[in-house]
């Protein structure tokens, strides 16, 4: 009978010490991880935008205008070695204003974005280089500026959904899964890249997830500044 007591007080005197130190933690800022932890750092707000419409940003759409509408060109270096001209026209432009904030539950490492409001240039690109590996691929695309000096996009293209004889760099135990294209619009010209994005493993693996990039062109002079 004894034995049975004591075990029973031994049981609640550690019960005590543990909560007892479980709280201690939580005081001292050791709290148990979030249950409603996000992988999406930002919550967005669109809405529709005038092109001359003031913004808290301090510049108006049609500051962007100028320079993002119409008919790019530029000089593509390949790597290797040859060259191409790269040509992308924007057309059907709407301009939106986007509020972000934080998400709940977001937590940031060192390297992840921020959250910040801009204009919104919805646009239709046709992107195509003057040999013929890309042929007039024609893309929904929506570019960003933060400032009335620079816009910047990217558009994703998966093999077997656009024209022209693009033939990818083999990448050795790697599934070629995309290919990444970088633009960046500002009054003094057309900036960009190529990247090759793979995935490890055949192509017949579930895993989709990009593990390797491969730049296999770039032209402007700020095609690595954004």
């Not at 007080?9 to 550690?14: I, M, R």
């Not at 991880?33 to 301090?58: H, I, S, Y």
């Not at 003094?188 to 989709?208: I, P």
């Amino acid at each position: 009978m004894w034995c049975r007591l004591h075990r029973a007080s031994l049981a609640l005197l550690l019960s005590g010490c543990l909560r007892s130190g479980y709280d201690e933690l939580n005081d001292a800022g050791y709290l148990p991880p979030l249950v409603n932890k996000t992988d999406m750092p930002c919550q967005t707000d669109n809405r529709p935008l005038g092109w001359d419409a003031e913004t808290r940003l301090g510049f108006t759409a049609s500051e962007l205008r100028p320079f993002v509408d119409g008919f790019h060109a530029q000089t593509l270096g390949w790597s290797s070695g040859k060259r191409a001209g790269i040509e992308l026209s924007l057309f059907d432009l709407s301009p939106l204003f986007v509020t972000e904030r934080p998400s709940a539950g977001y937590a940031p490492d060192s390297f992840g974005r921020t959250c910040s409001d801009h204009i919104r240039i919805d646009a239709t690109a046709l992107l195509g280089t003057t040999d013929g590996a890309l042929f007039d691929v024609e893309r929904p695309i929506s570019l960003r500026a933060y400032g009335n000096e620079e816009a910047f996009g990217e558009l994703f293209l998966e093999p077997g959904t656009f024209e022209g004889d693009f033939a990818p760099a083999v990448v050795a135990n790697t599934c070629f899964r995309r290919l990444h294209v970088k633009v960046l619009l500002t009054p003094g010209g057309f900036s960009g890249s190529l990247t090759q994005q793979h995935s490890t493993g055949s192509c017949e693996e579930g895993d989709l997830m990009i593990r390797k990039e491969l730049m296999v062109g770039h032209w402007g002079m700020r095609w690595q500044s954004y």
